[in-house]
């Protein structure tokens, strides 16, 4: 099983790269205008945020960690899809603010682990 999770299979470089030019295509649409603006506002950037290099965490990281870091935060928020659940998680300390990609790689670790070790549990019994 560790072995299978230091090959990393989320890090895939071409899906890693196709997902962050999607995001970035989709986000510079004129219809994310107002969500843009407001994002930017919230960071203190005068600047307009336009793509996921301007984002403060993500701006020096390269495709492959922007990815690991969208992928982390993507799969944590589909595991807490409810607002409720979100608002819980943090209380509880099990939600996390990823700031880098080290961060987002361990919870991706974890993550995967943990349904290897349900998955053989499961099989066992």
Same mark, same amino acid.
């Given at each position: @099983?560790?072995?299978?999770?230091?090959?990393?299979?989320?890090?895939?470089?071409?899906?890693?790269?196709? +997902?962050?030019?999607?995001?970035? *295509?989709?986000?510079?649409?004129?219809?994310?205008?107002? #969500?843009?603006?407001?994002? %930017?506002?919230? /960071?203190?950037?005068?600047?307009?945020?336009?793509?996921?290099?301007?984002?403060?965490? /993500?701006?020096? *990281?390269?495709?492959?960690?922007?990815?690991? @870091? #969208?992928?982390?935060? #993507? /799969?944590?928020?589909? @595991?807490?899809?409810?607002? $409720?659940?979100?608002?819980? %998680?943090?209380?509880?300390?099990?939600? =996390?603010? =990823?700031? %880098?990609?080290?961060?987002?790689?361990? =919870?991706? *670790?974890?993550? /995967?682990?943990? %349904?290897?070790?349900?998955? +053989?549990? *499961?099989?066992? $019994?």
């Amino acid at each position: @099983m560790e072995q299978v999770i230091a090959k990393e299979p989320w890090n895939n470089s071409k899906t890693c790269h196709e +997902l962050v030019e999607t995001v970035n *295509q989709v986000f510079a649409k004129p219809a994310f205008s107002s #969500l843009r603006t407001l994002f %930017s506002r919230i /960071l203190g950037r005068e600047k307009v945020i336009t793509c996921l290099e301007d984002v403060p965490f /993500l701006e020096h *990281q390269t495709k492959k960690d922007q990815f690991v @870091m #969208l992928l982390a935060t #993507l /799969l944590q928020n589909a @595991m807490h899809d409810k607002n $409720s659940a979100r608002v819980e %998680s943090v209380r509880d300390g099990k939600y =996390f603010t =990823f700031t %880098s990609p080290a961060q987002a790689k361990i =919870f991706l *670790q974890t993550h /995967l682990r943990d %349904s290897l070790m349900n998955r +053989l549990k *499961q099989a066992e $019994s």
